[in-house]
């Protein structure tokens, strides 16, 4: 019996996040914490999943050992199949040499026997640094109904921000007639989501003659979509709805998570129609103390809290003692804020520990700069991190 | 050496009628986020336990839903892993009503198995329990039959059917099921016995007519068996009564109960996915345990608060269990209830018990 599948999805997890600084030294972007209890590549697990496409390559080149572990078999997100599921796809030796990704296209190109495998009708191209909730198999009908070889997922961005995004214009009906990097005067409004699905064939056939160009720098944005269009392919746009943010960089991961406080969050991950699934730590219900306040705020399991908590996202097994204040900051797993130390507009990584009376983020200024401690340093007792500091080392140890 | 778990899922169903209506005494929620089961198959993970069965007689599907494949204890396995033994019904027979009648129904799965051992524990209890060393010394002694115990105060044990120990140099030399003496030790009913024994023991006394496991095989056994005592020095409770389990659960507002029981070593249950618990601008919490998936925007102090509640604006909840997926309306003002799972409180209701006398609110009422 020959098997297929309709559709293979192929998640870019390679990217190193260096815009997240010390968030990512040990660590590949998609593994980064979100919302206090996920990672950013729960989205597109969970999407998949949701969307009944079971069958999904994970493309990992940087730091991958956390990554690695977190997907594991793909249980959480029901992608433990028989026949497809999960697969960690890391760069290989082939008989003629062996080679990094050198690009988003060369990446997959590299991967093309693991598509072929699966004998799909399309190929779906994801990556993992958004936080969103989408159906892709409308997308995936959308693409059937009108014949494209490529439709790519755009979202309406405002125009005086145009100009930071990859655009598509495109007649009334979607079909792209032109894209534009990050124009100057831009002429559209419709950002690129950087999710594309391809009909098979096409794919490889573009990829193929993308890998024989010396020029290219093996990109979809830049070379393969480009060559496409010009070759006189249908593509067509998708129009997403909703809330998209990509979270690529310290402010945008920060404003993110700042989404799912208040009463109406503009991001609702209590949705049990879309249900976000990660993998769960095992902790007991979180605690809060006699001392403890908390307000506007989300919190994890496995906490012990003792001190006051305003308007931050605290993920599982934090600790807050007594007299200790955190207020407007994301504190990942693990992390442990001594007696009376203050953060402020902090995002401090997991492990962390912040001595008693440290003074992390504080300012006097308007403008807050978001202050970063990286994974498992030591802030010593007393110790001051200033506002928009990122810090990879321990601080104030006595030499 | 190694060793195969039993659980005993229903032998206690009649402690906690109140909870017990709808669920087996195993499935029975605790400590915002467990099933009392949860901890009987944890102790058995975690001391490397990997094929365990769990005997079940009668209202066994919340039990069911619960437990799944295994996956969640690391129990889903090609090898082992975990075994739903539901009554087997003999011809003219009813259920079983005893332990040993209980046995008699899983002689298929212990004959099948090849483990040296077998460690059986009942679901009625919490406590946080290493069977590695026992075992171990189980060996070393040449223990035909090792019985774990607890020592207790007479008064604080509120169980109908105790068995106490008199014990010398670690054996135990007579078992009573009442004790005049202050300091009891009490039984867990937590039994580590060779399996190939435990089967001889059950075909033998069932064939004399006798079907109660204490009085009937370890009593006329204690002199001729090696029966030794392992006392356990941790958190040791049975839900006895509702009261007992409101007061238990109470105490795990208390670090230093939740740290040995909660992260010795783990504690597993099913994974439910639910996202973090949001706190509202005017929630105010005090001494309370919450478990994700909740929404707090009242006031809760000095309770315990499972997966999925709501707790709306002005509401005030003191001394409280609130089961999973409850929602108290705004302004509602509750005291000292214990609300089973998926309880709606309206807007503005009152209720109140007392500390020494939970109200209790069954599965589903809509007040």
């Known amino acids: 019996m020959i098997k297929k599948k309709e559709c293979v999805a192929m998640l870019l997890a390679g990217g190193q996040g260096s815009r997240l600084y010390a968030l990512t030294n040990k660590i590949a972007k998609p593994a980064v914490t979100y919302g206090g209890k996920y990672r950013i590549i729960d989205f597109p697990l969970s999407n998949c999943a949701n969307s009944g496409i079971d069958t999904v390559g994970v493309l990992t080149q940087y730091q991958p050992l956390v990554l690695n572990e977190y997907i594991g078999n793909g249980e959480p997100w029901d992608l433990d199949r028989s026949y497809g599921g999960v697969h960690v796809l890391s760069p290989y030796q082939a008989k003629h040499g062996s080679e990094w990704f050198k690009g988003t296209a060369n990446a997959i190109y590299q991967n093309i026997d693991f598509i072929k495998n699966y004998n799909p009708e399309y190929v779906l191209i994801l990556s993992g640094d958004h936080i969103y909730k989408m159906d892709y198999a409308d997308m995936i009908e959308r693409h059937k109904k009108t014949g494209a070889a490529c439709t790519i997922a755009a979202i309406k961005v405002p125009m005086e921000e145009a100009s930071r995004f990859g655009l598509l214009n495109v007649k009334a009906d979607g079909e792209i007639y032109q894209f534009e990097e990050k124009p100057a005067k831009p002429k559209s409004d419709l950002a690129s989501m950087g999710i594309y699905v391809f009909t098979a064939e096409k794919l490889y056939k573009y990829l193929e003659e993308d890998e024989l160009d010396p020029s290219s720098s093996k990109d979809f944005g830049k070379n393969v979509l480009p060559a496409m269009l010009s070759s006189g392919e249908k593509m067509f746009a998708y129009e997403f709805k909703g809330y998209w943010k990509d979270v690529g960089t310290i402010s945008s991961l920060y404003e993110s998570n700042m989404d799912l406080l208040s009463e109406r969050p503009q991001f609702d991950l209590s949705d049990n129609s879309w249900r976000i699934r990660s993998r769960n730590p095992i902790a007991p219900p979180h605690y809060i103390g006699e001392s403890g306040r908390v307000t506007n705020s989300i919190v994890s399991s496995g906490c012990e809290i003792n001190g006051s908590i305003e308007k931050s996202v605290i993920s599982h097994d934090v600790e807050i003692a007594k007299g200790a204040s955190v207020k407007d900051s994301i504190i990942f797993a693990g992390a442990k804020i001594g007696e009376n130390a203050i953060v402020e507009n902090a995002i401090i990584d997991e492990d962390v520990i912040v001595g008693k009376g440290a003074r992390i983020g504080v300012s006097a200024e308007k403008e807050k700069k978001i202050a970063v401690l990286g994974r498992g340093i030591k802030v010593s007792d007393g110790a001051v991190v200033v506002a928009g500091e990122i810090l990879d080392k321990n601080v104030g140890e006595e030499e | ?367």
């Open chain 2, 1 to 367: 050496m190694s060793a195969l778990g039993l659980v005993f899922s229903n032998i206690h169903d009649t402690n906690v009628p109140e909870l017990t209506a709808k669920r087996t005494v195993a499935s029975i929620p605790f400590g915002g986020r467990y099933r009392l089961i949860d901890f009987a198959l944890s102790n058995m993970v975690n001391s490397e336990i990997t094929k365990v069965g769990v005997i079940t007689k009668s209202n066994y599907r919340s039990l069911m839903d619960h437990l799944g494949s295994g996956k969640d204890w690391d129990l889903a396995r090609h090898h082992g892993g975990l075994f739903i033994l539901p009554p087997f019904d003999n011809i003219g027979g009813s259920l079983y009503t005893t332990r040993l009648e209980a046995l008699k129904n899983v002689l298929g799965f212990l004959s099948g198995a090849e483990e040296d051992l077998v460690v059986m524990s009942d679901s009625d209890m919490v406590c946080n329990i290493d069977f590695k060393p026992i075992i171990k010394r189980h060996g070393e002694q040449n223990a035909d039959i090792t019985l774990v115990y607890v020592e207790k105060d007479r008064a604080s044990v509120t169980g109908d059917t105790n068995s106490f120990f008199e014990i010398e140099d670690g054996r135990i030399k007579s078992i009573a099921f009442d004790s005049k003496n202050d300091k009891v030790n009490l039984y867990t009913n937590i039994c580590i016995i060779g399996r190939r024994l435990l089967i001889n023991l059950i075909n033998e006394t069932l064939s004399r007519g006798n079907s109660h496991f204490i009085r009937d095989v370890l009593i006329p056994h204690i002199d001729s068996l090696r029966v030794y005592g392992h006392k356990h020095e941790g958190y040791y409770e049975e839900m006895t009564s509702l009261i007992k389990y409101y007061e238990e659960s109470m105490k795990f507002l208390n670090k230093s109960v939740r740290d040995e029981v909660f992260r010795t070593a783990s504690v597993y249950t099913k994974v439910k996915d639910s996202t973090p618990t949001r706190y509202g601008e005017n929630a105010i919490v005090k001494n309370s345990l919450v478990a994700d998936g909740c929404t707090i925007e009242g006031e809760v102090y000095d309770s315990i608060v499972f997966r999925g509640v709501k707790v709306g604006k002005g509401a005030v909840v003191k001394h409280c269990i609130v089961m999973q997926n409850c929602i108290i309306g705004e302004y509602a003002d509750l005291n000292c209830i214990i609300t089973d799972k998926n309880v709606v409180i309206r807007d503005g209701r009152t209720l109140s018990g007392c500390d020494v006398h939970p109200f209790f609110i069954g599965k589903g009422t809509n007040i």
